[in-house]
């Protein structure tokens, strides 16, 4: 029959099975995500879902239509606990509402989840992670809660600054901790985080760099056995940032406990090809979940996990392509995005191991650009508040071309007509 079973339902289990119906693949495909709701895109959340603007249909991926037009078998709310394979490939699935699920080709997307934070105190209420739709649908009325007048925001990267931003135009007197010197830092160079760093100041929002946080502090419940309300974070100075709601965004832990479970090569993620074939050649994984050789051509080599929707769409097809039997190999240009208020970054390309950067006009004024260069080739760039200059920058990338450090720092010179192509790169 040879079943597809894909366990992760999401933005690259979602990719897959649109991907092998679009090749012409007839036979059963199952998606099952543990999830109640339908797949859903997860960028929203911290975005508009939180701010009040956005109903579940708004965020969804698929329509139940679409999934019946393409008869893919949609599974929500039921999680995968067991796995196994035997020899010539097919295999088992037991769920946690006791489904059993024979397969011939297997496709683990099974994301990532919060990292927890081993602190005192997380359990008050009051205090939110935010990595999925259940934790989005807690955040927002704590949000829009009038009574909930400080917000502390424990982690300064993209969900955290996301947050903010949010909860700080709704009013709230936010503070962002951060345990490193700079915001963004694992992501960005300096002189991004450094832009971050002002411009979330300027809009309110107090920032504390090297953060040390002691523990998290509550009121005692009023009911027996009932856990009390968050009322503040202490610093390990003894400095208390008074608090009627936390949102822990300290990243997070790839799933990979299903691969574990079939002896798959685990290394900060499941371990997979440039084909996405995991270390038994016949499973296939994408996604956040994933441990991958870098995609990037102009990238340092080795393994990399990356967190972003391009990926996750750009790696599933190449999964997709694997259970077909199609050769495929992922090499691809990543990006993103981070919305953070008013300010829209994109980022094209990875800065890992350059050696210089370019700042493309005035920060100050809120739409700029650093590039990245790595012996004298642009490799990666961030831009603030420029769709323009971040799709020139992006298309040079992805053409193999570069944009010559003077022509970058000079803003009366078009990036667009400064695109040096791999020809004249390499002549
Ligand atoms: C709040 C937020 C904001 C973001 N903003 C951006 C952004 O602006 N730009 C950007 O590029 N990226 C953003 N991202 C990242 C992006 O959403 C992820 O990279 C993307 O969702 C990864 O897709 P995925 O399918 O690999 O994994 P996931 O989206 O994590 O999906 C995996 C699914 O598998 C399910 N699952 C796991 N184990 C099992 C099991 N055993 N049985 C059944 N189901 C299981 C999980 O419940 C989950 O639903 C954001 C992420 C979050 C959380």
Redesign the pocket.
């Known amino acids: 029959m040879n079943v597809t079973l894909i366990?992760?339902?999401?933005?690259?289990?979602?990719?897959i099975a649109s991907v092998m119906r679009e090749r012409g693949d007839t036979a059963p495909i199952i998606l099952?995500?543990?999830?109640a709701h339908r797949?859903y895109?997860?960028?929203?959340?911290?975005?508009g879902w939180i701010k009040g603007e956005l109903q579940p249909d708004d965020v969804i991926l698929r329509t139940r239509e679409w999934f019946a037009d393409r008869d893919i078998e949609l599974v929500t709310g039921?999680?995968?606990?067991t796995v196994h394979r035997t020899a010539d490939g097919t295999g088992t699935a037991v769920?946690e509402g006791g489904r059993r699920i024979a397969f011939d080709r297997l496709a683990l997307?099974?994301?990532?989840?919060?990292r927890r934070l081993p602190l005192e105190g997380t359990d008050y209420h009051g205090v939110h992670y935010?990595?999925?739709a259940d934790h989005?649908i807690s955040l927002q009325p704590a949000l829009a809660d009038a009574s909930a007048k400080n917000v502390v925001v424990i982690g300064g990267g993209?969900?955290g600054l996301?947050t903010a931003a949010v909860a700080r135009g709704l009013g709230k007197n936010v503070t962002v901790l951060e345990a490193a010197p700079r915001l963004v830092g694992r992501v960005v160079a300096e002189e991004t985080s450094a832009f971050y760093l002002g411009a979330h100041r300027r809009r309110g929002v107090q920032v504390v760099l090297d953060a040390r946080i002691a523990r998290i502090i509550g009121g005692d419940a009023r009911v027996a056995g009932a856990q009390g309300s968050v009322t503040g974070v202490e610093l390990e100075d003894g400095t208390v940032i008074a608090a009627d709601l936390v949102l822990i965004g300290v990243g997070?832990i790839p799933?990979t406990?299903?691969a574990e479970q079939l002896g798959l090569d685990v290394e900060g993620g499941i371990v997979v090809d440039a084909a996405a074939r995991a270390s038994d050649g016949l499973t296939v994984s994408?996604?956040?979940?994933t441990m991958m050789p870098n995609p990037y051509p102009l990238g340092m080599g080795g393994s990399i996990r990356?967190?972003?929707?391009?990926?996750?769409l750009e790696q599933?097809k190449i999964a997709a392509a694997s259970l077909l039997g199609e050769p495929a190999e992922y090499r691809s240009v990543p990006?993103?995005?981070?919305?953070q208020g008013d300010l829209k970054l994109q980022i094209a390309g990875l800065s890992t191991g350059y050696d210089s950067v370019v700042v493309r006009g005035d920060p100050d004024t809120e739409k700029f650009a650093v590039l990245y260069y790595r012996e004298g080739r642009l490799i990666a760039a961030d831009v603030v508040n420029h769709p323009a200059e971040f799709l020139a920058i992006k298309s040079a990338l992805i053409k193999g071309g570069t944009i010559s450090p003077a022509a970058a720092a000079d803003v009366s010179t078009s990036l667009k007509s400064a695109i040096v192509l791999p020809d004249a790169v390499n002549a």
């Open positions: 366990v992760g339902a999401c933005q690259a289990g979602v990719q099952i995500g543990e999830e797949p895109q997860r960028p929203p959340l911290s975005k039921d999680r995968v606990v769920t997307t099974t994301g990532a989840s919060a935010l990595r999925d989005a993209f969900i996301e997070v799933r406990e299903l994408a996604g956040d979940c990356l967190e972003s929707v391009n990926n996750a599933a990006w993103f995005w981070s919305d």
